[in-house]
């Protein structure tokens, strides 16, 4: 007997029963309890020589009492570890298309040299005449991003990207109130279709929000934005490429209407993975864009960050851009770390974080840029946008598109119209995914699409995967739409743990770990 | 192109299979004009050996802190980590995995989550703690905001203690909402008197210890006041290590506690990324920003854990949501969390103790030489010495000697008239031959 890949299976194993195991264990998959549960007290993994006696200065404020926690030694630390990332699902696992989010390879050579002493050993307030590799890696990443985006001015220091939406965001409220207009000014419009980091932005920063809607094709029309403008708008945040795969075709009179009212473009660079190297920002009329290092140029995601959201600024914001930054003067170049300090003309808004960002992030996405090169760089994009066309191509027939008049770019939007009286929902799709290798793409959003399948390939697959992700996918459509709605209703059937009650978990939060009272005690 | 998997022949025939007759077709929703058509101006791909050379070469023109005696701290501090650490970091299902949105295939992700929010709770004396903030600075701007929610107020007081950056990003955010902040003068002394500046219309009270100069605070007096009208304590630190060895700032009443945790597990890398603890009272959780790890069961009535109240979030909440953020920490969480089960409590203990010896022994010997003031009362493993000169240049001139001395205050504080501070710390890096030579280079720069 074959599957589905050519190759020979045990006669029989699709109907082996789940045999119990008297460790719960499933070869693999095993069991892990938590640390608190494993661990003693008493117990450390590190060995350190107790210091000669002293006199303590820490005065009365010397901890009284035990802290509470175990410690594992070094192989039962490993080995509790290496389990639960036994139950992780990554890229280097297997094809993660999640609408987006920009999951592509993440190059081993880019965590090498994020780990070289100069960089990771380095304080970020040891004297400056002692790290000036670490400011040239500033300035080259700096020229990289402003060419790429043809913008003359970057931020670098957000720590991700909705911390490089807020970035933005500000840079545009300080040159609102440079021009003495702050106190009308203070209304941000927000498709409808935006991320939820957008209007979550917006209103941290005190701007109201208003929404644009969403046209029938997908797109943001520019009487739709004429329509909401008027002396109170501040600004527009649009994604571009938007949230459903398309490349905005009216961006440039947007961007257009928006500085004739006298407001601000911020454009959501998420999706800017699609566009390297094809069209830049700054060409289109944009202010502000961040742009996700941990998206576009592959520093890992790391099961939620760290990430990095540094923010290119138009002429007419960058003065306002926050510290700290990297002043070139006569060819040197100097740290601007305080307002203070600031050269003639720069009127620095504040500061967003300690120091001056993440700096293991630059490395790596410098790393990735140096490897691409301008060619790489805009081949990558090239092949984004081919492989999620042609996994467009290959299910259009089965499953339904909500805007098909518009070429995908880097990420082809499906909507649940195919799956109506199936019984089988978005949802219950992903997880069939799971069960056949696949991490599920982003699902439910965005929000104007009933029941949204975002599906972002990225340029790290081959076609010989993109053929077979296609025909796995097209066996579940015609599954979905037969008879046999348990691999569905009821998967993943094959993870490491059942679908999760999640209404339970937010009902009676259980947020750590407790010691469990003995039954006797719990009963009083 | 090493990181490319299509050929050309794929790409034909994928273009074919599309029904487009080349790539750009695809790009037709473009402007016209605005799709480029010459290769931007940047070099062209490079080889793993070239790319090593290049970076290799900017490297290596920085001073690396384990090859010199180091003493730089104020907020980012040169700790050991153990090999394990890095090690597990970067299995590929960590490194290469996502926020956990589809739990079934997330729970190593999750599982560590729920252990770090777990030990974050217990170091802080906190009852919950979330999954992690972009790092300490960026948390403790976020405590303020989520202060104000609470109390319906918005005035933060800043005590004069207080990571100057981490002064300035609570300034920045709060200018820009348009909220109240009263930042207290540099505090060198812990002397400011800052129940003085409690009353009924302040939301929060943000005090840092060890402070920013190494003097441990008493957070007690001040969680009492702030209570009695109405207001939270923030209490914050930059030193995790710290907690091996002081009293816990949730049994002296804090109401939130936010810090930096790059200590445990992470790098200096420059300033970042590192990995912010965030800890409360339960009775606020609803109002905490950051996602929130929690167990429930799966369909068989196995444990399992998922984030949980995300209806405090961006994605749910949009304009409403308790803040923006979405990716946070994950792999920086990861590291502090394997190096916190390697050290247990009994582990940090030692660690904070020798921590602690080597400062003290540290001051003790800077003491002896001339001109040199110790003004710290308390401290953990940080203190500040006061100079008979400038300490921007005393610093500039043991770099010279090989020797990273620590942070000029005027560095952090420029015009506060501070000019003289040198901010020292000494963690269990440091060998007594390392302490030897700063005591010997210092007495000869004087």
């Known amino acids: ?524 | 192109m090493r990181y490319l998997p299509l050929t050309d022949t794929d790409r034909e025939d994928m273009l074919a299979r599309i029904g487009v007759s080349g790539v750009d077709e695809l790009f037709s929703d473009v402007p016209a004009g605005k799709l480029l058509t010459e290769p931007l101006d940047l070099p062209r791909a490079k080889g793993e050996l070239e790319v090593e050379r290049i970076m290799g070469r900017m490297a290596a023109k920085n001073v690396a802190a384990t090859s010199v005696p180091f003493f730089v701290g104020a907020g980012a501090y040169k700790h050991h980590v153990p090999a394990t650490v890095d090690h597990l970091i970067q299995r590929s299902e960590f490194l290469t995995s996502y926020t956990p949105y589809q739990p079934e295939i997330a729970q190593g992700t999750l599982q560590y989550l729920f252990e770090f929010q777990t030990q974050v709770s217990a170091l802080t004396g906190m009852e919950v703690a979330n999954a992690s903030m972009y790092d300490g600075s960026t948390g403790t701007a976020e405590a303020v905001l989520m202060a104000h929610r609470v109390t319906r107020r918005r005035k933060a007081v800043l005590s004069g203690g207080l990571h100057p950056h981490y002064t300035q990003v609570v300034e920045t955010l709060s200018e820009m909402a348009n909220d109240e902040v009263v930042a207290l003068p540099a505090d060198v002394k812990a002397s400011e008197d800052i129940l003085a500046q409690i009353d009924d219309s302040v939301s929060c009270v943000v005090v840092q210890s060890p402070d920013v100069f190494g003097n441990l605070r008493d957070l007690a007096p001040i969680a009492e006041k702030a209570h009695a009208h109405g207001a939270l304590l923030i209490a914050v630190f930059t030193e995790v290590v710290s907690l091996g060895a002081v009293t816990p700032p949730g049994a002296q009443g804090a109401d939130i506690v936010v810090g930096e945790g790059q200590s445990i597990g992470n790098a200096l890398n420059f300033g970042g990324p590192y990995v912010g603890l965030f800890a409360a009272k339960s009775k606020y959780v609803r109002q905490m920003p950051g996602r929130l790890c929690g167990e429930t069961v799966d369909a068989d009535g196995q444990r399992g854990f998922v984030l949980t109240l995300s209806t405090r979030e961006q994605h749910i909440r949009r304009d409403k949501a308790t803040s923006n953020i979405c990716t946070n920490s994950g792999l920086c969480v990861l590291a502090f969390t394997i190096h916190m089960t390697l050290l247990g409590q009994a582990g940090l203990s030692r660690l904070a103790e020798v921590n602690h010896a080597n400062a003290v022994q540290l001051a003790d010997a800077l003491a002896g030489v001339k001109g040199v003031e110790i003004l710290n009362e308390s401290f953990f493993n940080e203190f500040t010495i006061k100079l008979p000169k400038p300490a921007a240049a005393v610093v500039e001139a043991l770099a010279e000697k090989g020797v990273l001395a620590g942070v000029p205050a005027s560095r952090l504080m420029p015009g506060a008239g501070l000019d003289d501070l040198l901010i020292v710390a000494n963690t269990e890096i440091n060998t007594d031959d390392d302490r030897a030579a700063f005591v010997k280079a210092l007495a000869e720069v004087l």
């Open chain 1, 1 to 524: 007997m074959l599957n589905r890949q050519g190759r020979p299976t045990q006669a029989g194993d699709a109907a082996a029963e789940r045999h119990e195991t008297f460790t719960g264990n499933r070869a693999l998959q095993q069991i892990e309890p938590l640390i608190f549960e494993i661990g003693h007290h008493e117990t450390t993994g590190v060995d350190i020589d107790k210091p000669a006696p002293f006199k303590s200065r820490l005065g009365k404020h010397a901890r009284k009492g035990e802290i509470g926690l175990p410690g594992l030694s070094e192989p039962e630390a490993m080995r509790h570890y290496v389990r639960l990332s036994q139950k992780n699902y990554g890229i280097d696992t297997g094809l993660f298309p999640l609408g987006s989010c920009t999951m592509k390879h993440n190059a081993r050579l880019n965590e090498k040299m994020a780990r070289l002493p100069g960089f990771s050993d380095v304080h970020p307030l040891q004297p400056l005449s002692t790290v000036p590799g670490a400011l040239d890696v500033m300035l080259e990443l700096a020229r990289y991003l402003m060419t790429l985006t043809g913008m003359p001015a970057v931020a670098l220091s957000p720590k991700a990207g909705a911390h490089g939406e807020a970035c933005g965001m500000m840079a545009i409220k300080a040159a609102i109130e440079a021009k003495g207009e702050a106190a009308t000014r203070n209304v941000v419009l927000v498709p409808e279709s935006a991320h939820g980091t957008n209007p979550a932005t917006a209103a941290l920063i005190g701007f109201s929000v208003k929404a644009v809607p969403a046209r029938p094709d997908g797109t943001v029309a520019v009487e739709d934005v004429k329509a909401l403008l008027g002396p109170e708008v501040a600004a527009i945040m649009l994604t571009n490429p938007n949230t459903c795969g398309i490349f905005e075709p009216q961006i440039v009179e947007i961007a257009a209407a928006m500085h004739e009212a006298g407001a601000y473009f911020y454009c959501d660079g998420a999706n800017f993975n699609a566009i390297v190297g094809k069209a830049r920002p700054g060409d289109l009329g944009v202010d502000a864009m961040h742009i996700n290092l941990h998206k576009t140029f592959s520093t890992p995601h790391g099961g939620g960050g760290p990430g990095a959201g540094p923010v290119v600024l138009s002429e007419r914001l960058a003065p306002f851009a926050p510290v700290p930054f990297i002043h070139v003067e006569n060819g040197k170049s100097r740290l601007v770390e305080h307002k203070a300090e600031a050269p003639e003309g720069n009127d620095p808004f504040g500061r967003m974080t300690a120091f001056h960002g993440q700096m293991g992030m630059y490395v790596r996405a410098l790393a990735y840029m140096l490897s691409h090169g301008s060619d790489g760089m805009k081949q990558a994009s090239e092949d984004a946008v081919l492989n999620a066309n042609y996994i467009r191509a290959g299910l259009a027939d089965l499953m339904s598109l909500p805007f098909p008049d518009h070429p995908s770019m880097h990420e082809a939007l499906f909507d649940d119209e195919w799956l109506k009286g199936t019984g089988v929902s978005t949802l219950d799709f992903a997880k069939a995914m799971i069960d056949e290798g696949y991490h599920p793409m982003t699902v439910y959003f965005p929000l104007v699409v009933h029941g949204a399948m975002l599906i972002e390939p990225t340029e790290s697959e081959s076609k010989a995967s993109l053929d077979l992700f296609i025909a796995t996918l097209r066996d579940l459509a015609i599954a979905a739409k037969g008879n046999d709605k348990t691999r569905f209703t009821a998967a993943p059937h094959h993870a490491p743990i059942r679908r999760l009650d999640e209404t339970r978990a937010a009902r009676q939060p259980v947020l750590k770990w407790e010691k469990p009272q003995p039954v006797a005690k719990a009963a009083e």
